[in-house]
Nanobody
Framework: QVQLVESGGGLVQAGGSLRLSCAAS????????MAWHRQAPGKQRELVAT???????NYADSVKGRFTISSDNAKNTMFLQMSSLKPEDTAVYYC????????????????WGQGTQVTVSS
C-alpha cells in the first residue's frame, strides 16, 4: 500500500557531507511524522531524527548540530543533511513514516524503507 524509498547513501571521508532522501508513495492521505533511524553492525537500531507534518524536529544528542532533517510535504519526501561526518556515523540508515491512508479512517500505520548504507572512513 505504501512504499518508502531511501537514496543518497555512500562512502565519504570523515568531515564530509551526505544528503539522504526518503520518498513515500502509494496510498497516502496524510503523513503524520517521519524519522530517520540507523543501525551499525552489532548494535541496536537507534533513532537519529524526527520531523512532524508541522515541521517540529528532534535529534539524537550524537547528531545535534551536525545533521538537519527536513521535508517537502507536498511531495511526501524527507531529507537528512549530514555534515561533519564521523566514522561512528557509519550505519545503515532507515526511513520511517507514520501514515494515514484513508480519509474516512483515523487509523495510522508505521512504514519502513529498505535502508541505505552510509560509510564514513577515517
Amino acid at each position: 500500500q505504501v512504499q518508502l524509498v531511501e537514496s543518497g547513501g555512500g562512502l565519504v571521508q570523515a568531515g564530509g557531507s551526505l544528503r539522504l532522501s526518503c520518498a513515500a508513495s502509494g496510498r497516502i492521505f496524510r503523513v503524520n511524522a517521519m524519522a530517520w533511524h540507523r543501525q551499525a553492525p552489532g548494535k541496536q537500531r537507534e533513532l537519529v531524527a524526527t520531523i512532524t507534518s508541522a515541521g517540529s524536529t528532534n535529534y539524537a544528542d550524537s547528531v545535534k548540530g551536525r545533521f538537519t532533517i527536513s521535508s517537502d510535504n507536498a511531495k511526501n519526501t524527507m531529507f537528512l543533511q549530514m555534515s561533519s561526518l564521523k566514522p561512528e556515523d557509519t550505519a545503515v540508515y532507515y526511513c520511517n513514516a507514520n501514515i494515514r491512508s484513508s480519509i474516512i479512517s483515523y487509523q495510522t500505520q508505521d512504514y519502513w524503507g529498505q535502508g541505505t548504507q552510509v560509510t564514513v572512513s577515517s
